[in-house]
Nanobody
């Protein structure tokens, strides 16, 4: 599975961005997809995830501002980010979890930088 993320950039506080992550390869094995972020000096954290059945979960810090969606026809997961704050500045990476038999595997995109100016 290959993941190609895009959509990051520099935005002022209060603005919006839409991140996209397109999957290719063994896409039929993909179960869950999600977005993680890593800010400078901090550990990577899960921002939002969506299961193959469409169930979504969010980090408390982004609830009400971030929306994850998944288009299975396009093999793409999106992250709509609204009301950005400087604390959202981070490298955002998409993740796909696959299953082969009884084994699970995680794949990562290359990351896209989101910078929020105050």
């Amino acid at each position: 599975v290959q993941l190609q993320a895009s959509g990051g950039g520099l935005v002022q506080a209060g603005g919006s961005l839409r991140l996209s992550c397109a999957a290719s390869g063994s896409i039929l094995s993909i179960l869950d997809m999600g977005w993680y972020r890593q800010a400078p000096g901090k550990q990577r954290e899960l921002v939002a995830g969506v299961t193959s059945g469409g169930r979504k979960n969010y980090a408390d810090s982004v609830k009400g501002r971030f929306t994850i969606s998944r288009d299975n026809a396009k093999n793409t997961v999106y992250l709509q980010i609204n009301s950005l704050i400087p604390e959202d500045t981070a490298v955002y990476s998409c993740n796909a979890r696959t299953v082969v038999g009884l084994a699970f595997y995680d794949y990562w995109g290359q990351g896209t930088l989101v910078t929020v100016s105050s």
